[in-house]
């Protein structure tokens, strides 16, 4: 029986050819082992960080880091069929993520639409490579659903923005090279105006990062604070007080790149697992067909969402930006996520409540670990509620809600 990853597509030779290069890439650069018990990988955040550059590295050896960019910029042009046969592939072998997956997903394509020749020259090969990893300043303590209530501003200072203010929930600050930052450059302009998007180093004095602990036990995101903090005008993205079109561009492309079904499909697997090794009165509970069901479904609507989302994708480049049916995308995958964490925790049983540490945890305490950190997926990149709301305004035409912009 085919699983949900091999699908059947009617390829032509360079299709084809597409794919055989994307497998042998996958033969030779996989860790040994790797997708078997045997495979032990790193367990600290700096081993991991290393194996993520590492991996960014080898893709963009292969010239294979971001295939959706315009060849000019290290990509390949690549349309629906070949994404697809690039998410599939991947997801057959379990692929892990590279370092700079989100600046490629949406960092990348926004300074490719919106950024100046010094720019791209500047940013664009070293977020494939790995060299820069980035990190989006845009959410603060007052705006997060309502973006464009940021507060923090710029101010024009000679042939510098001075940059004053506090970021929070910014993921990877603690380890990012540069920031993407949404800034107010014109206090006296309207709400949606007045706004600019800026790209600051992170070690340029005056910026301090704080860590916040999450309920998984994890600091993954941080506050990020902004003293003073100077930004030459040529890193601002785009005509100043143009910020509003060119963040909500960047969200957008963040939405596609969070539509992806590689977590999802990895989930599937430890699903399966548990459901194989874990018994009641001597069954698996593989055998029960409830069980059975539910598994089918998530299969189903995996193989669904990877068709979707290699659309959104392979749209988002060539058409500017994906438009907001992109919110379809992220919503389906990211509450498909929780789900499946969610059920990991009813097939579980009373081993869910055991975390890493415990002599009994299943899977190293990995299940309610995962169920803890999914908790953000519905929350991170827009919100469920945000997601239809725009889904509801500017997908099928309902009327307005009042408030909400991210
Ligand atoms: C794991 C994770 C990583 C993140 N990483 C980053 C990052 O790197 N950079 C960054 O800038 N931000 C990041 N964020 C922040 C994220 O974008 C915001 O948390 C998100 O936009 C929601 O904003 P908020 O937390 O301020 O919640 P609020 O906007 O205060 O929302 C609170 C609740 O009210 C609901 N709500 C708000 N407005 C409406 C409305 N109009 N209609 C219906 N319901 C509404 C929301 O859905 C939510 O349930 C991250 C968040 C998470 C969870």
């Known amino acids: 029986m085919k699983g949900p990853a091999e699908l059947e597509l009617d390829l032509s030779p360079e299709d084809e050819a597409f794919r055989d290069e994307v497998r042998a890439f996958l033969d030779v650069n996989l860790p040994e082992g790797w997708g078997t018990r045997r495979y032990q990988g790193p367990r600290d955040e700096a081993g991991r960080m290393q194996f993520q550059r590492e991996w ?27 994404q697809m046969l690039f998410d599939t592939e991947l997801a057959r072998r379990r692929a892990p993520d590279p370092i700079n997956r989100s600046a490629v997903a ?12 010094w720019q791209k020259e500047r940013f664009l090969p070293r977020i494939l490579s790995g060299d ?45 090279d540069w920031c993407y930052v949404l800034a107010r450059t014109d206090p006296e302009a309207p709400k949606h105006q007045g706004l600019s998007c800026l790209l600051v180093e992170m070690k340029t004095p005056g910026i301090t990062v704080r860590p916040l602990r999450q309920i998984s036990g994890r ?81 189903v609507k995996i193989a669904a969402l990877r068709n979707i989302s290699a659309r959104v994708r392979a749209a988002g480049l060539r058409d500017s930006a994906p438009g907001p049916e992109v919110s379809i995308a992220k919503l389906l995958t990211s509450e498909l996520d929780q789900a499946m964490a969610d059920y990991g925790m009813d ?32 929350i991170g990149g827009g919100t469920s509620e945000i997601q239809r709301n725009v889904i509801a305004e500017r997908v099928l035409g309902l009327p307005k809600s009042t408030q909400g912009s991210r």
């Open 132 to 176: 820069d990893v980035w990190c989006q300043g845009f959410s603060e303590p007052d705006a997060g659903s309502d973006l464009a209530a940021i507060r923090t501003r710029a101010v024009l200072d000679g042939d510098d923005l001075v940059v004053t203010g506090q970021k929070l929930w910014t993921s990877k600050a603690h380890f990012a």
């Open 106 to 117: 949406y960092i990348g394509p926004t300074i490719i639409q919106w950024g100046s020749a």
């Open 347 to 378: 097939l579980a049983g009373p081993h869910a409540a055991l975390l890493r540490g415990s002599p009994h945890a299943l899977k190293d305490g990995n299940v309610p670990l995962s169920y803890l950190i999914m908790r953000a997926a519905t």
């Open 56 to 82: 960014q590295r080898r893709l963009h050896e292969a010239g294979l880091a971001a295939i959706a960019w315009p060849k000019e910029y290290g990509g390949r042009d690549a349309g629906f069929v070949m």
């Open 219 to 299: 600091a993954d995101f941080n506050e990020v604070f902004f003293e003073e903090v100077r930004v030459p005008l040529r890193c601002v993205v785009g005509e100043r007080n143009d910020g509003w079109s060119i963040a909500t561009s960047t969200l957008r492309y963040e939405r596609a790149g969070l539509a992806r079904t590689n977590r999802i499909e990895r989930r599937l697997d430890i699903l399966f697992a548990l459901a194989r090794e874990l018994t009641v009165d001597g069954r698996p509970r593989l055998e029960d067909p409830v069980v059975r069901e539910s598994l089918a479904r998530f299969a």
